[in-house]
């Protein structure tokens, strides 16, 4: 294997690794590293809860002093700062490693270059923009937030063969199959936040909670755009609101009686044409340090966010039944009038969960 592709193979192990850290490091990025040498790992590491310890850190701990003469595989370029600790580019370089291999640079101004500028000062040989593309989705939420101070934003939408989320009578419950809604949770776990609209939380009453084997405790932070608060404080959010966080995000003319007492944290958030503003609310919460938003509806919520362009990724997932016209759509109105003026997405993947079929889209 020449060196090139034995680095794309660790880098993916690295990028692998780097995942099981999403929805648990924000506002710090989800990182993954792999200390190797003369083919073998000596260390793997990734972020930890909260985003301490960073990767490098639980890696290079790991491989001790044979790290010396290594070569390490980072997701994200080293951080140059001083925080709770010192910098990692400088435990790399005190820790003997010979060649730092990296996916991506850090554009946190902290950093940005610094990390790799005292890598090079080290002689430390350093190659760059491995699986860079990969590497970027992955941290995404992460970058969006430092370039454009919002989280990532992924898009759900499960519906009938039709595009319908309920029949005439409103009757949603259960569109797609377990395996789908398995996934969803999934989902949920690999993100910050999960975010719906007023008319989701009132007429669905969801708890938005992770109810997945082994991954009940990593319910995200459960916000909620409802501009006068009126989702019922006995609901299952106002209930629940004190053992899983609950953001409400409101105007301000919102009456937080009632809600102001269940633990709930309450987001005043600028309002547009009647409704919250989505530039407002998304920078609230990057404000607060989320950086991976999963949003679950409903339409007309989603409808805003895709014609904003704040979806970064979209996924469908599709069942066996058509509703017809009469059905509530998965999307509320566009103001499309030309072909032109449709958003469009990329397809990058398809999956069957059961009788269902799932597709991932990301912004063409």
């Known amino acids: 294997m020449d060196l090139h592709s034995a680095d794309d193979r660790w880098m993916r192990l690295a990028l692998a690794l780097g995942a099981r850290g999403l929805g648990q490091t924000w506002p710090n990025p989800a990182v993954g590293c792999v200390i190797v040498k003369n083919s073998q790992v000596l260390g793997r590491g990734w972020t930890g809860g909260g985003g301490r310890p960073h990767a490098e850190r639980v890696a290079l701990a790991q491989a001790g002093d044979a790290a010396k003469g290594a070569t390490a595989y980072i997701t994200l370029e080293p951080c140059a700062h001083t925080g709770k600790t010192t910098p990692c580019a400088d435990a790399l370089v005190d820790a003997g490693i010979a060649r730092v291999v990296a996916a991506c640079g850090d554009p946190d101004p902290r950093v940005a270059g610094k990390g790799f500028d005292r890598l090079r000062a ?7 923009g491995v699986l860079e593309v990969e590497a970027q989705q992955a941290n995404i939420g992460f970058l969006t937030r430092v370039t454009q101070n919002r989280p990532a934003v992924t898009l759900k939408l499960a519906s009938s063969l039709d595009g319908k989320i309920a029949t005439s009578t409103g009757e949603s419950q259960w569109i797609t199959g377990d395996a789908s809604r398995a996934y969803v949770h999934f989902l949920r776990a690999t993100h910050d936040a999960v975010m719906v609209g007023r008319g989701t939380s009132v007429a669905d009453d969801p708890g938005l909670d992770v109810r997945l084997n082994g991954l009940e405790n990593r319910t995200p932070v459960r916000v909620i755009l409802d501009r006068n608060l009126s989702t019922p404080v006995d609901s299952q959010l106002g209930r629940t609101a004190k053992d899983s966080p609950v953001w409400m995000c409101h105007g301000a003319s919102a009456n937080s009686t009632g809600w102001d007492e269940t633990g709930a944290t309450l987001i005043e958030c600028a309002v547009e044409g009647g409704t919250l503003s989505l530039s407002d609310t998304l920078g609230k919460l990057a404000d607060k340090g989320i950086t991976r938003v999963f ?11 895709i014609r904003e362009g704040y979806v970064d990724r979209l996924i469908t997932m599709t069942a066996g039944i058509a509703i017809g016209a009469d059905g509530t759509p998965n999307l509320g109105a566009m103001g499309v009038d030309t072909l032109a003026q449709a958003p469009r997405f990329k397809l990058i993947s398809q999956r069957r969960f059961g009788t269902d079929l799932m597709a991932e889209w990301f912004s063409a």
Do not use: V
């Open 122 to 128: 080290a002689d430390i040989d350093l190659r760059m």
């Open 295 to 305: 949003c679950e509806g409903g339409g007309k919520l989603a409808a805003s966010l």
